[in-house]
C-alpha cells in the first residue's frame, strides 16, 4: 500500500465508511448527506475531466462539454500526470467492468 500525505486517521475511517456502500443508492444517501450540492457536482466534473482528458480530448472542447473551467481541467490533467495514480486506477477499472458488461 502507497502511503498517502493526507493519511490520517479521520480519513481513514472515512474511507472505510464509502467502502461499506453497497450500492448507487446508499452512495447517493451518504454524499448528500456529507457534501453540498456544488462539492458533488465538482467531483463528478473531475471525473468526467479525467475520462475526456485522457482520451486526449482538447482544453475547449472538455470545457464546452462538461462546464470545467481551464483552471480544473489543468489541475485534473497535472494529478492524472504526476498525482498519485488514483484517476488512472478509477478509470482503468471503469473501463474494465464495462467490457465485463458489454460481453454480458
Known amino acids: 500500500m502507497v502511503a498517502s ?5 479521520s480519513l ?4 472505510e465508511a464509502i467502502l461499506e456502500l453497497q450500492n448507487i443508492e446508499e452512495c447517493y444517501r451518504f454524499f448528500e448527506d456529507l457534501c453540498t450540492v456544488a462539492e458533488l457536482k465538482a467531483l463528478g466534473q473531475r471525473l468526467q475531466v479525467a475520462k475526456m482528458l485522457e ?6 472542447h472538455i470545457a464546452e462539454e462538461t462546464g470545467a473551467s481551464p483552471a480544473t481541467i489543468s489541475r ?8 498519485a ?3 488512472k ?4 477499472r ?5 467490457k465485463l458488461v458489454d460481453t454480458v
Open 12 to 15: 481513514d475511517r472515512l474511507f
Open 55 to 60: 482520451k486526449d480530448c482538447t482544453y475547449t
Open 89 to 92: 486506477l478509477l478509470l482503468q
Open 85 to 87: 495514480d488514483g484517476y
Open 94 to 98: 471503469l473501463r474494465e467492468k464495462k
Open 76 to 83: 485534473v490533467k497535472r494529478s492524472l500526470h504526476y498525482g
Open 5 to 9: 500525505k493526507l493519511q490520517e486517521e
